[in-house]
């Protein structure tokens, strides 16, 4: 309690909550992780979360950041402990339109930023299913993905400049709108998909990029997934790098798509395997102004290598968006994956990636290997193709956590086996920390071991998070 009233002095009454009013934050997205914080701190500024930090520093105290609490792996979940909400801090401070950069607050929302950048004609890229709560600071501390990595790069490669405070409560200033700065290590880089262990982010200089003037979206069907990169590489070529977005659906997804979401409908009049949904985007009026047909050039040209390859037998059917309702109702067929994914429980979720090259491959032996050891286990996946990133999920036959770790260990294995990485876009946090202790390189994880070690040595940023013991 001498702990609630230091930091009420800090916040401000309204601004501690506990009891009833941390029931918004008592579980995280998937309904894996239940239990309400002990208290919840609203700062307002940097100065507040300072202080904070300073205090609890002092006292001991554990302290996990939270901006929306989308995460998918529990990173943010802090029963009965010190919860750090940045939604208050949420100011889109500058956009400059001439530098394209937006100066934002840690706890901006994306769609918020989004259409703040887009009154500028210009659009901050990184995008999915949650961007009507993730919050920047969240995103920038897993270095979130999402459906346009292939053209935009992830979190990342998005940011120039970040500001975040330590656990000794000291601001590390790094908010420079600079695209190049050798200045010594990266911290930058070192504090984004850090996941709340160094620091707390509270600002950040973000790169935004042109605005496309259209987008030219398909569904197409393939014969087989390795005919997929193919079509990925045809247009890319044939559009200057314009594919934005190049997302699998297997029949499943589609068929669960149809079956749970009233109003949905099919992409084709059969039902295919391998269904592709294609986005390109044109940021020219060369490329984007319509000509007599009211069609525009880039959808012309997605049309006639589409039509090439239907004629070559290498796509089975495709379905161009002629209105952006029709866009829209691509789309959300794509964006309906988590709740698709995650509404049937046992759930085991792996987010994993391969090179490009090797996703059929995985596909076919995760799927093989897993219904080998568990013949009712029931595969169910989607994919970001154009960056190799698969949600590979299965809901296996039982819920005994034997059962649950032979199949992670499985599917580990493959990634292992193809070169690829166990966590590629959603984050470590409590999910995947076996696998993180069995699988990261050893020396790789001493090295993060002493690096929190240097810059928490009282370890009370986020705890039992991310890096293992
Ligand atoms: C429907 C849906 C679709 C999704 N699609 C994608 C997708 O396509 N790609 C993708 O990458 N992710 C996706 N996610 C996962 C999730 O939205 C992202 O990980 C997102 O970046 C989390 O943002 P958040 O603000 O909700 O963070 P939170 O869930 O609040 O926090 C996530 C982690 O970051 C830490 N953290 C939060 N704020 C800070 C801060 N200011 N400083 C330091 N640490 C902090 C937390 O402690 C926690 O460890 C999806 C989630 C949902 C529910």
């Known amino acids: 309690m001498t702990s609630l009233r230091a930091f009420t002095e800090i916040v401000g009454a309204d601004h501690a909550m506990i009891g009833a009013d941390t029931a918004r934050w008592a579980r995280d997205w998937t309904g894996t992780y239940i239990g309400a914080p002990g208290v919840v701190l609203r700062p307002a500024d940097t100065a507040q979360v300072a202080a904070i930090l300073r ?6 105290l554990s302290v996990t950041p939270v901006s929306g609490n989308t995460g998918l792996v529990g990173g943010a979940h802090a029963p009965g ?48 299913g949650a961007r009507g709560s993730a919050m920047i600071g969240g995103v920038l501390s897993t270095n ?31 908010m420079k709108a600079v695209h190049k700065d050798n ?10 998909g850090s996941e709340g262990q160094l620091g707390v982010i509270t600002a950040a200089v973000l790169k935004l990029s042109p605005r496309p003037r259209a987008h030219a979206t398909a569904m197409v069907a393939v014969p087989e997934l390795t005919d997929a990169l193919d079509l990925l590489n045809r247009l890319n070529d044939a559009s200057g790098g314009a594919v934005e977005a190049f997302e699998y659906m297997p029949r499943a997804y589609i068929q669960t798509h149809l079956d749970r979401v009233a109003g949905a ?28 047909d009211g069609q525009t050039p880039i959808t012309d040209l997605l049309e006639q290598e589409l039509g090439a390859m239907l004629d070559a037998g290498r796509v089975l059917d495709a379905t161009v968006a002629r209105s ?20 049937r429980k046992p759930v085991i979720d792996t987010d994993v990636a391969v ?20 013949p009712g286990a029931e595969p169910f996946y989607i994919a970001h193709l154009g960056d190799g990133n698969v949600h590979y999920c299965v809901y296996p036959s039982g819920d005994s956590s034997a059962l649950k770790d032979a199949i992670v260990t499985i599917v580990e294995d493959v ?19 076996a696998t993180m202790r069995r699988r990261k390189d050893p020396t790789a994880l001493a090295m993060m071991r002493r690096i929190k070690q240097a810059l928490d040595p009282q370890g009370i940023l986020n705890p039992g998070k991310t890096i293992p013991d």
């Open 324 to 343: 952006e309702a029709q866009r829209a109702e691509i789309w959300a067929r794509r964006e309906a994956a988590a709740e698709l994914t995650f509404w």
């Open 55 to 60: 205090k609890a520093s002092q006292l001991r």
């Open 144 to 174: 979130a993905g999402g459906s346009n990595v292939l053209r935009h790069g992830n979190a990342r490669d998005l940011c120039l400049g970040l500001e975040a405070v330590l656990a000794d409560g000291r601001v590390v200033d790094l």
């Open 81 to 128: 402990g010190v919860l750090l909400s940045l939604d208050r801090m949420n100011a889109i401070r500058e956009i400059n339109p001439r530098a394209r950069t937006a100066t934002v607050e840690a706890g901006v929302i994306l769609s918020g930023l989004h259409a703040a950048a887009e009154a500028q004609d210009l659009i901050f890229p990184l995008t999915f």
């Open 265 to 292: 409908r099919p992409p084709f009049d059969a039902m295919h395997e391998v269904n592709i949904l294609v986005d390109l985007a044109a940021t020219s009026e060369r490329d984007a102004t319509p000509g007599g």
């Open 355 to 374: 090179p490009l090259d090797f996703v059929p491959r995985f596909l076919e032996l995760a799927d093989a290997r897993v219904t080998a050891h568990d």
């Open 183 to 192: 200045s010594g290590l990266d911290l930058r880089n070192l504090l984004i």
């Open 415 to 433: 990634v292992t086996e193809l070169g690829g990485s166990f966590s590629a876009e959603h984050g470590v946090g409590q999910s995947k920390l």
